[in-house]
């Protein structure tokens, strides 16, 4: 039904299904009636809506399902007026927004069901996925990262003047297998070029707590390093999901962050302000749905007005 | 302090002894186990005292620049964590105490109270 498998595809894809979650790629806008409502009343909701499916509720709780098969039989045997709860399936397989589309992937191949409700924690109905959302969804998401990749690329190409070093960095949100790379690698730049200690530091700190602020609170994105004699300048470029409150976000103690973030030793709300302290500049600019970016710049030599 | 005196103090065994293992001397001990804190800390070459075995353990110490950590409460570390710590070059002790004790052994041996 969806020629993937979970467990001998491409490491990318690999990655890809256990990253997205099933909210990342259902459609949520769904159809639901009351349990009440007659097969015909529903067989119009299928056709006008073009669905194969209507999930039955009552008090936003999902307690059925009435596919186009239950709606053949009830022309042929004569009972299309009846309400669904006497004809829905009871015994529904139902997925859970927060599981990762491989889950849903296994799901479609062990049942052959051509669809799934979708619930939340509060086992209210969010959503409906099909086969055909989790390809799209993929596709998309593939498309998204390729384009990412070739960004970096062109970046990565571009000659660098004599002195000068960049490097780009992707960082993938909850990486916490390379989390803190592309910092190490910033590092032992500085280390080779003979900067100062305490300015290594300084700039090292600024670009991990950006990294993990990536990884942590982003949808993913990227870490770009430009460094010369005079400066080093790191950017954090990512796509999402933006922040509200760029005041709040630079208040410290204040943080978004889960308990399983916190669990891993950060979320302390200190990302954005401690990356201030330690820089000689810093912008942070963001749009909620497009994404956010952080300039921050250690001068490498001193310059007047720098802080001590 | 030197790390051995740093062994000695926290009962503790040495998991990755970094090259400067012989001649580092350690000045601050910082016990914390939020890396978020350790991050905001000004001390240069501390000795990071911690009950979080994570792999960012090594990242957030090497980005400070500590001389060496801790791992408290007689937890295995994450082989992941050792790999990282001799990448990087840091020494990383293992001690059976607890937070509190290592911490207070460590600043009576920094006080020269012992």
Known sequence: MIPIDPNASP???????????????????????????????????????????????????????????????????????????????????????????????????????????????????????????????????????????????????????????????????????NAGRASTELK??????????ALQRKAAVASYELEMNLVNHSLGGRLIFHIDDEKATIEAVDQGPGIPDLAKAMTEGFSTANDW???????AGMGLPNTKRVSDEFDLQS????????RAVVHLKPQPGDKP | MTFDQVLEAVSGEPAYRSSRWATQTVDHVVTCDLMSDVLVTDHDEILLVTSLPSDQVARTADMVGACGVVLVNGKPPQPSLVELCTHLDLTLILSPLGSFEASWRLGQRLLGRV
Do not use: W
């Open chain 1, 287 to 294: 749009t909620v749905g497009k994404g956010t970016q952080v």
């Open chain 1, 11 to 177: 490491s990318a894809l690999l990655e890809l299904i256990y990253r997205l979650k099933v909210k990342d790629i259902m459609t949520g806008q769904v159809k639901s009636v009351e349990k009440d409502t007659s097969l015909r009343e529903i067989q119009r909701i299928m056709r006008e809506n073009k669905v194969s499916g209507v999930p039955i509720v009552e008090d936003g709780r999902l307690v059925g399902m009435i596919s186009v098969d239950d709606i053949i039989r009830a022309l042929d045997q004569g009972y299309i007026d009846s309400p669904a709860v006497v004809h829905m399936s009871r015994k529904l397989v139902v997925l859970e927004d927060d599981m990762p589309v491989s889950f849903a992937i296994s799901s479609f191949e062990k049942y052959q069901y051509g669809r799934f409700p979708v619930i939340n924690r509060a086992r209210e109905l969010v959503g409906i996925v099909t086969s055909r959302d989790v390809t799209s969804g993929l596709l998309l998401e593939m498309n998204r990262s390729l384009e990412e990749m070739e960004r970096v690329l062109n970046l990565q190409a571009s000659p660098e003047p004599i002195g000068q070093v960049k490097r780009v960095f992707l960082v993938q949100q909850f990486d916490y297998e």
């Open chain 1, 188 to 197: 032992k730049i500085l280390q080779d070029r003979g900067v100062d200690r």
């Open chain 1, 261 to 267: 973030i916190r669990s891993l030793g950060f979320g």
